[in-house]
């Protein structure tokens, strides 16, 4: 990541799933379902946001410390961000490969802005504003991995964009500390009719032509860096 990112960032020192905070503590009750390398990696979420709002940053790339950039990723993040009109809470820069997206506008020759109907399940590169971190701080039992709590964003009521064709992507060069589960879980088991119900605010608020354009263009071949880039990306979770 300093190779990469040369002296413009600052590392956050991660938390252990057995050590979290005790300002944290409430948000992970035991009984919980997630595995401790699972608490561990949505506490270092956590403890970023908060270190994000305590400095008075309006928003920031959130990075973890296994994904490859693109050249221009600094250029990128900043185009994206500059044509997002209104308050907004979360940016994806990871693991979208061909979900259906409705495009917004450019950001350089070959990425767009995006809106997602299904976000990507990944927090391995995210921009977050200052009212997302709040919205991601509030207070609750977590009982899913971070990432697919943000998947979940209308249960925050998170404003969430992307950028696609990623550029950013998880490398397969080394292996992650959180182990999967031994058995599939269907989160949506836990709540069917909120589920539904937030699915369905999804294609609402993306209206019957933007979702015809977003799976027109999902059903498209991808272009040759789309398909690097998907390609590049890793089979693990974010």
């Known amino acids: 990541m300093s190779e990469q990112l040369g002296g413009r960032f600052e590392r956050i020192e991660a938390v252990r799933g057995r050590a979290v905070p005790q ?6 009750k035991d009984p919980t379902p997630l595995l401790p390398g699972e608490i ?12 994000i709002l305590e ?10 410390d296994d994904v ?17 009109d209104g308050e907004w809470d979360i940016l994806s820069l990871s693991g979208a490969k061909q979900h259906p997206h409705y495009k917004f506008a450019p950001v ?14 990944t927090t391995a590169a995210y921009v977050i504003s200052a009212s997302g971190c709040r919205k991601l701080l509030a207070t609750r039992r977590r009982t899913r991995p971070v990432d697919v709590d943000i998947r979940y964003g209308w249960e925050m009521d998170v404003n969430g964009y992307g950028v696609y064709p990623p550029p950013a992507w998880q490398t397969s060069e080394f292996a992650s500390s959180i182990p999967k ?10 709540d069917p009719l909120g589920y539904l119900m937030g699915r369905t605010m999804g294609v609402w608020k993306m209206g019957p032509v933007r979702l015809a354009r977003a799976y027109l263009q999902d059903m498209r071949p991808p272009k040759s860096s789309d398909a690097q880039s998907s390609a590049a990306q890793s089979p693990r979770r974010g």
């Open 23 to 28: 300002r944290l503590a409430d948000n992970f």
């Open 40 to 51: 561990g990696c949505y506490a270092s979420h956590l403890v970023t946001a908060e270190t």
């Open 108 to 121: 350089g020759p070959d990425h767009h802005l995006v809106h997602y109907l299904h976000f990507p399940k």
């Open 181 to 190: 589960a031994k058995k599939q879980r269907f989160y949506w088991r836990a």
């Open 68 to 84: 490859k950039l693109a050249d221009d990723f600094h250029k990128l993040v900043e185009d994206a961000v500059a044509q997002i």
């Open 55 to 64: 400095r008075g940053i309006p928003y920031a790339a959130v990075l973890e």
